[in-house]
Structure formats: C-alpha cells, structure tokens
T-cell receptor, first 114, second 108 residues
C-alpha cells in the first residue's frame, strides 16, 4: 500500500486568498488525483494530476481556480485560488500504484474559508 | 457515464453479518466494481474490488451477480469500527466517480 501525506491537514483561510495543498507519496505512483468533499457530501473528482504536463480537469473545475502541479512521480500540489466560503471543503489527494488497481487516499486537507 | 445506486443508510447489530447492496444496471464489460468506505474524519479506505467472480479478502467479501448488474458487499461480523459510509464505484481506466454511498450504523 501507499502512504500519503497531505499538508496542511487543516487551515482557516481568509476570503480572497489562495492556499496550496501538498501531497507526498512514499513510493512512485502512476496516477494522482485530487478530490473535493463538501460538508456532508460525497467526493467529487477535481482533476487528474499528470506528471510533466497540464492536469486533466473534470467538468466544472478550471485551471485558473485550481492550478495543479506534479513535478515527479511522488509529489503533487493543488492550489485553491481566490477562495470564497463556498470553497470550504475537504480536499483529498489519491494515488494509484503502478502495480495494481487500488486507489489510496490521503487523510484530506480540511479548509474553512471565512 | 456508469452509475451506481445504493440505499442511503442501513443498520446492523454488532457481531452480525451485513449485506450492503449496490445496483449498477448500466455497467459495461470493462468496468471493475470497487468498494471503499469512509470512516468519520478520514479519507476513503479501499475495501475490495472485482470484475466478474466473487472475491474475498480479510476485510469483506464481494458477491457479484451473474449479469453483473448488481453486487453485494458482505461484512461477515460487523463491529463498531465498521460504522462508516460505504461507496460502491464502477471503475474503468482513470475514471472513478463516487455516488452518495450507504451510511452503515452498527448498534452494540
């Protein structure tokens, strides 16, 4: 299994600011994904983080709002830009290892925008 | 876009088996059936997955209907730590989309 570390685990942010969430994996992985989970809701896929190229965004999510980087096979960042209270959510990093079909999730980054 | 349908909630008594159903009538031949669960204040956790045959692991069993249009996650003896939201997901390639899931309550 893969061990995923997300930072920050929690933060309270001011409206209009931006925050970058880091996702570090303890082994090389083929795929990295970013999800959002709004309070009391299920998970929604934001984008697939592609190594060395632009992320692939799902409908309703754009690069200007959620820029993503993936410089190597073990690390990715998600930035939530120009935050509003509606961005208050848990943001989860997930990965798939080259060896299997299983997706592993981090513990999430709990963001509150005030 | 393959979708799944699950009951919103279920209850079980501790030490008893639990059968969590999932309907996926639009499943395609290449979709894997995955189950994840999310304990309170944690990220989702892999439980089990399968394609056509029934599967067993240390956490649970997965029973897949012959026509693959439904499946059942079986927890053989529920414990209080199994209280979670259980998600049934169809996955093909990089596409893994979560539905609303089933919230399982385990009563002592």
């Amino acid at each position: 299994s893969a061990v995923i570390s997300q930072k920050p685990s929690r933060d309270i942010c001011q409206r209009g600011t931006s925050l970058t969430i880091q996702c570090q994996v303890d082994s090389q992985v083929t795929m990295m994904f970013w999800y959002r989970q709004q309070p009391g809701q299920s998970l929604t896929l934001i984008a697939t983080a592609n190594q060395g190229s632009e992320a692939t965004y799902e409908s309703g999510f754009v690069i200007d709002k959620f820029p993503i980087s993936r410089p190597n096979l073990t690390f990715s960042t998600l930035t939530v830009s120009n935050m509003s209270p509606e961005d208050s959510s848990i943001y989860l990093c997930s990965v798939e290892q080259a060896s299997g079909n299983t997706i592993y999730f981090g513990e999430g980054s709990w963001l509150t925008v005030v | 876009d393959a979708k799944t349908t699950q009951p919103n909630s279920m209850e079980s008594n501790e030490e008893e088996p639990v059968h969590l159903p999932c309907n996926h009538s639009t499943i395609s031949g290449t979709d894997y059936i995955h189950w994840y669960r999310q304990l309170p204040s944690q990220g989702p956790e892999y439980v089990i997955h399968g394609l056509t045959s029934n599967v067993n692991n240390r956490m649970a069993s997965l029973a897949i209907a012959e026509d693959r249009k439904s499946s059942t996650l079986i927890l053989h003896r529920a414990t209080l730590r199994d209280a979670a939201v259980y998600y049934c997901i169809l996955r093909w390639n990089n596409d893994m989309r979560f539905g609303a899931g089933t919230r399982l309550t385990v009563k002592p």
